[in-house]
């Protein structure tokens, strides 16, 4: 039977701020992408999310961004190579810490919005992100967009790799991203959303923004943490998942 990971982001809360639904969300995924505080995220709330996380045997992922907490991460930044392998080295080895307060580890990295995007195409940002977790841990398993050029190149680096899509988001007829500045590029029905990735599954196959089908080769799902029906979204996903004899797992393979 098909196998397949149930991911979401998740430790983004900040202070008295607080984004989504942690402990619900724990309850359904099977892999965590925990902020590392240069999007999003303080250290105790990081904390409190890597040993939950732990407690449901769910695997943690580091969730990397461009240094920018006003713009959640979202917005596209022109950073040096040097500068950026660092950056993701520095939250790499911050939530590493972490982890091992909370008696975890990490086991992959996916970079999040802005640096998520950028890398799926640009060949100068993707290196220095491969650079930094070569440095860090080869070990280490690169979470990227399904189809994208990024998964080609960090493999050909020595890298192991997960193609991802996403639960919530608009694809277009090329198997990219509908940008959230569009309308209709963040989806919000669970059933729907649920049904779309059932076929996904089954399939290999997406409805595109025009209706066409595009085919997407994924191992994980992600379900963005700070979506209003995120919790929901999620839930119904699993159900549906669950329904069809779909084996949920951790692409990571098994937890230690």
């Known amino acids: 039977m098909p196998t397949i990971d149930i991911n979401s982001d998740l430790g983004e809360s900040y202070g008295q701020w607080r984004m989504g639904d942690d402990a619900a969300m724990l309850e359904v995924v099977t892999s965590a992408n925990v902020a590392c505080g240069f999007h999003a995220g303080d250290p105790a709330g990081i904390l409190r999310t890597l040993k939950a996380a732990h407690r449901k045997n769910v695997a943690i992922g580091a969730h990397v961004s461009y240094p920018d907490k006003v713009g959640f991460g979202r917005r596209n930044m022109d950073v040096a190579s040097d500068e950026l392998t660092a950056d993701v080295i520095y939250q790499i080895g911050a939530l590493q810490g972490l982890a091992t307060a909370a008696g975890t580890h990490v086991r992959y990295v996916k970079p ?31 979470v990227g967009l399904a189809g994208s050029s990024l998964l080609e190149l960090a493999r050909n680096e020595g890298l192991h790799c997960v193609a991802e899509a996403f639960a919530d988001r608009a694809y277009t007829p090329q198997g990219t991203l509908v940008s959230r500045r569009e309308p209709g590029a963040v989806l919000h029905d669970p059933k729907i959303v649920a049904r779309r990735m059932l076929r996904l599954v089954e399939d290999g196959m997406i409805e595109a923004i025009d209706g066409s089908l595009t085919h997407i080769n994924a191992d994980s799902i992600c379900v963005h943490g700070d979506s209003p029906a995120a919790v929901d979204m999620a839930r119904e996903l699993r159900r549906v998942f669950e329904l069809a004899n779909i084996t949920l797992a951790p692409f990571a393979g098994a937890l230690r």
């Open 112 to 142: 999040h919005g802005a640096l998520y995007n950028t890398i799926a195409h640009d060949r100068r940002q993707g290196l220095a992100v491969i650079e930094a977790i070569r440095a860090v841990d080869p070990g280490l398993i690169l």
